[in-house]
């Protein structure tokens, strides 16, 4: 990266998220980046609660999208279409940095070329879903790899050029995982993703069972877009929650917590696979190993 400063514009979907916007906007502004400027742009899609104040006590740049033109991927192509910065770091508004250093880890490898897309790491807090812990630790590891093999990435805690937008739009129609297909995208155009350990934030769900499986059930429909050869049968529904449920209460025993987090945990499992099974299963049968490498706990 150059000796000039580069901009940085922080974009962020929210809709009713004015339980951890404060400490999110207190997380960016903390931030150690000396090789950026940064803005602060939340789009948000009606919110009802006090999100929009507390955005505005920030100073940040507020869009808007109306709930029922809302899109994932729209809502985040208003929020790139409004920032003014070389590289674009989109964020959840539940997610909350972890440290001062998590925007200059995310962004670095993006405006130094290594990669033209970046996502970084996500954990849970104490009042997290233990089998969404779980999750984390899987698709989110603690070794870098830049790049990495594959086009997996996340939004909830992302980089990428703006000139890599701007010739690769978020697609606008999908239900959800628009990250993964923008990915892959550009894989195939021969540009890198990679993911970046040291990007670390918490990612905060409040979600109850049926939640977790409609937002499973949204991915799913969208993951037959992405990767048309992905089939669920009511067999791999009963065999992936039972290994899940396993390696979970596992990990659960190893601490010492397997009796206050079991019930959880199958329930977490069922919502997860039942939900992911409605939403995937009219789709033509892939192959064992791609199919268990998407879907399989381990």
Not at 52 to 61: D, F, N, Q, T, V
Not at 118 to 139: H, P
Request: proline content about 3%.
């Amino acid at each position: 990266m150059n000796q000039c400063k580069l901009k940085a514009s922080v974009i962020i979907r929210t809709y009713n998220e004015a339980r951890h916007l404060p400490d999110l906007l207190k997380g960016i502004r903390s931030q150690i980046a000396p090789g950026f400027d940064i803005e602060v742009i939340v789009v948000d899609s009606g919110s009802s609660d006090t999100t929009l104040a507390i955005a505005e006590s920030y100073k940040c740049r507020i869009e808007h999208i109306r709930k029922e033109d809302f899109s994932f991927g729209r809502s985040l192509n208003i929020g790139c279409q409004a920032a003014t910065g070389d590289v674009l770091v989109i964020v959840s508004g539940h997610c909350i940095p972890a440290n001062q250093n998590w925007l200059a880890s995310i962004a670095t490898p993006v405006a130094d070329g290594k990669v033209a897309m970046a996502y970084g790491r996500q954990i849970g807090d104490d009042n997290s879903r233990f089998s969404e812990c779980m999750i984390f630790g899987k698709y989110f590891p603690s070794s870098s790899q830049l790049p990495q093999q594959g086009f997996y990435c996340n939004n909830a805690n992302s980089a990428l050029l703006r000139s890599v937008w701007q010739n690769n739009p978020f697609d606008e129609e999908l239900s959800g995982l628009e990250d993964m297909y923008l990915a892959k995208q550009i894989s195939s155009k021969g540009m890198k993703i990679g993911y970046v350990a040291d990007a670390v934030v918490y990612h905060l769900h409040q979600e109850d069972w049926s939640r977790i499986k409609n937002r499973f059930e949204r991915e799913s429909i969208a993951l037959q877009h992405i990767m048309p050869e992905v089939h669920l049968r009511l067999i791999d529904f009963a065999r992936y929650t039972i290994s899940s449920v396993f390696y979970d209460s596992v990990s659960a025993f190893k601490i010492g917590l397997l009796f206050k987090y079991f019930p959880e945990i199958v329930m977490y499992r069922i919502a997860q696979y039942w939900g992911s099974y409605r939403g995937n299963h009219y789709h033509r049968k892939m192959s064992r190993e791609r199919k268990e490498r998407y879907f399989y706990p381990r």
